[in-house]
């Protein structure tokens, strides 16, 4: 028990790679250095190069935008005139005809900060109201959530650019950061299940790479806003989701703050990594379905169905031959619907079978076994929709709080 209790211990602390709670040793060198959390966030994205990288000098003074438009009159004029229009700006349809509501910057893949102008860099208020209306799209149910990702997730790229040339990194540009990491969680579960956009998947490789270089920009602002020994409101729940995204991963270990340590979020975290490094499934999804969060359950989908499938492995493998395992109780422990529990079971390679009053059966020892092939399927999880309702809830107790 104790070999066990150490070893997870161990998994936790190497799972909290990347981006963490600095030393004061270390950040009071970082400060004499001059180095500005713009730069940070900055350099990182260059460090996460890929072919949307943003590529603006660090080094370059941060600049005040004057931009009070969602959209810089200029882009705006050259954009109606190049017929570059998203379907969410045009006016009552028309290609080449948008307004001041409707136009949202667009994210600029290689900029010059040289020759940025004030005009075209929009201001710390109407950022936060392009965010606002950014996120009320995502109710849309007049397109495809695949179409209102694309648009979401570009603008939402260009308002962290604007945000980082002005060097803005006080809590309203945290709250925003924190929004924006919202999205990319909830967009990583949805996304996972869009099978009806062919490029689904390098869709849901970028959101998930700007969910990272997200966190890891989040996270040099915290560091950078921090007050003594205090800790941003939701620190804890954001610096939690780095682990969860990386249950599976080695990486190397940082220091956190003792009241991140010691946060609900943290320990939920703790627990969960413990069980699924142990292979203790049974908990692993009990807990899950009791203490989780929805953004929580987000980032662990595909662990959950990584975890699934094993577990059905080793029962079809370590089971009696002339003892077939209940479906009913199968898919209670693993938090499914017994229909979702049987297609599993078929997709890798199971039959099962049926007795005589209807109930069904895993038949064990079947030779047939192999991973589902071209990926998961959407399969349920008992308590989801709990989860989704109390997410709701706590988004409305918040915006009437900063209402």
Known sequence: MNTS?????????????????????????????GVSIRGRILEDEDRHQSIESIHVSSTFPSIVGTCTLMCPARERVQRERLRDLSVFERLNGHLGKTSPSLAVKKFCR???????????????????????YLLNLLDSSEQPFEVVHDFVFDRTRSIRQDLSMQNIVNDEAIHMYEEMVKFYI????KLLWSNCNPNISSMHYLNLEQLRK?????????????????????EAEFRSFYVLLHLSSNSQSVRLASPILKSKEMCFTRKVLRFFRLGNYKCFFATIATESSYLQYCLMEPYINELRILVVSYINYGGYA????????????????????????????????????????????QATFHPPKGGFQNYSFLGLEKLQRHTRDEDCITTNQAS
């Open 322 to 365: 002339h003892s077939p395992y209940p479906l009913a109780q199968l898919s209670k422990l693993l938090r499914m619907k017994e229909s979702d529990m049987e297609s599993l079971c078929n997709a890798c390679g199971l039959e099962t079978s049926i007795d005589k009053v209807g109930n069904k059966f895993l038949p064990t020892k």
């Open 5 to 33: 209790r150490r070893k997870s211990r161990k998994s936790f602390s190497s799972s909290m790679g990347g981006r963490g709670h600095q030393s004061n040793a270390s950040e009071e060198a970082e400060s004499s250095k």
């Open 186 to 189: 909830v967009s990583h579960h």
């Open 110 to 132: 290689t900029i010059s900060t040289m020759r940025v102008q004030e005009s075209d860099v929009r201001t710390l208020p109407v950022l936060k109201e392009t965010l606002h």
């Open 214 to 234: 997200s966190l890891s920009s989040l996270y040099d602002m915290y560091d950078a806003n921090r007050k003594s020994s205090s800790i941003s409101k939701n």
